[in-house]
C-alpha cells in the first residue's frame, strides 16, 4: 500500500488553478524532498496532503484512507507538520522537554496529569536527535534553530506515521541549518520513524537521507522520482527556465548554480 497516493489531481479556487495533473505515489521506505521556488503550489499541495482541502478533481488516498470514503479526522492525527505558528504558542518560559511534551496530548500547553514517566519520553526524543544538551533550558534562551529541534521533537511525540517539515530552516544561520539537517536525518534512524517530506526551495538543503526529489513549478509537477535521476543539469535548467551547473558540497549534496550571460 502507497503512503500517498494523487492521481490527476487538479485543484482551482476562484476561478485560478493553483495545482494541475497530478500525479504522485510515495511508497513505504522512500524519503521525499519538494523543492520549489515561491508561489509554486508547495503549501497548497501540502494542504492536500493533510486534508485541509479537497481536489477539485481526481483522486488521493493517503494512508490508506482515500478522500470521499475514509474518516478524514482520523487520517489528520496521523500527520505531522513543523510550522512556524506552533512555536509562536508556546510560553517561552517553558523548558525544553515540557514543550516537547505538549505534541503528546496537541496542545501549546500541558493541561493534563504527566509525570517523571512522560517527561523521560520527552527528554529520550530530544536526546535521539542529538538535543540533549536542551534539556533544562527554558525555550527563551534558546536560539531559533534550537527552538526548530524542539517543534520537530514536539512533532514526533505525536508519533505521526507522516511528519512534513515545512521551510524548516528559514532564519537560520549556516552553522545552525547544518546542524538541523542533520537532526532532520536522524529522523528516519528512530525505531517507529515516520515518512519524511522536507519541502524546501534550496536544493543544497537536500541530505543523504533524501532519496527522492519532486520539482514543483508553477501547480504542476516538472519531474519527480530518484534523486541521481532528477538532480540533472537538463532536468534543472528546465526547472528554472536558466542553464545551471551542478556543483557537489560532499559526496551526497550539491549546489546548484545559475549559469549567467
Known amino acids: 500500500m502507497s503512503v500517498i497516493s494523487m492521481e490527476n489531481v487538479s485543484l482551482q479556487r476562484q476561478g485560478k488553478t493553483l495545482l494541475k495533473d497530478i500525479n504522485w505515489t510515495v511508497e513505504k521506505g522512500q524519503t521525499w524532498a519538494i523543492l520549489g521556488l515561491n508561489g509554486a503550489g508547495k503549501t497548497t499541495l501540502l494542504k492536500l496532503i493533510m486534508a485541509e482541502l479537497y481536489p477539485s478533481q481526481g483522486h488521493i488516498t493517503i494512508l490508506g484512507t482515500k478522500f470521499g470514503q475514509g474518516d478524514i479526522t482520523e487520517l489528520r492525527k496521523r500527520i ?17 522537554e515540557r514543550a516537547v511534551l505538549t505534541g503528546k496530548y496537541k496542545s501549546s500547553i500541558l493541561y493534563k496529569d504527566y509525570g517523571d514517566k512522560e517527561l523521560a519520553q520527552a527528554r529520550d526524543m530530544l536526546t535521539s536527535l542529538g538535543g540533549e544538551a536542551l534539556i533544562g533550558r527554558r525555550l527563551y534562551s534558546l536560539s531559533q534553530g534550537e527552538r526548530q529541534l524542539i517543534m520537530i521533537a514536539r512533532c514526533l511525540m505525536e508519533e505521526p506515521d507522516i511528519i512534513i517539515l515545512d521551510e524548516a530552516t528559514v532564519g537560520l544561520d549556516l552553522f545552525a541549518r547544518e546542524k538541523l539537517l542533520k537532526q532532520v536525518d536522524r529522523i528516519t534512524d528512530l525505531p517507529h520513524a515516520p515518512h519524511v517530506l522536507f519541502v524546501t526551495h ?52 550539491f549546489f546548484i548554480k545559475p549559469e549567467l550571460e
Open 80 to 96: 505531522g507538520i513543523v510550522s512556524g505558528f506552533i512555536t509562536d504558542r508556546l510560553s517561552l518560559q517553558m523548558v525544553a
Open 202 to 253: 534550496h536544493a543544497e538543503e537536500i541530505t543523504r537521507k533524501m532519496d527522492h526529489v519532486l520539482l514543483l513549478k508553477k501547480g504542476q509537477i516538472i519531474a519527480q522520482g530518484k534523486k541521481e535521476d532528477i538532480i540533472t543539469v537538463p532536468t534543472l535548467t528546465k526547472f528554472f527556465d536558466n542553464r545551471v551547473s551542478i556543483i557537489p558540497i560532499d559526496d551526497h549534496r
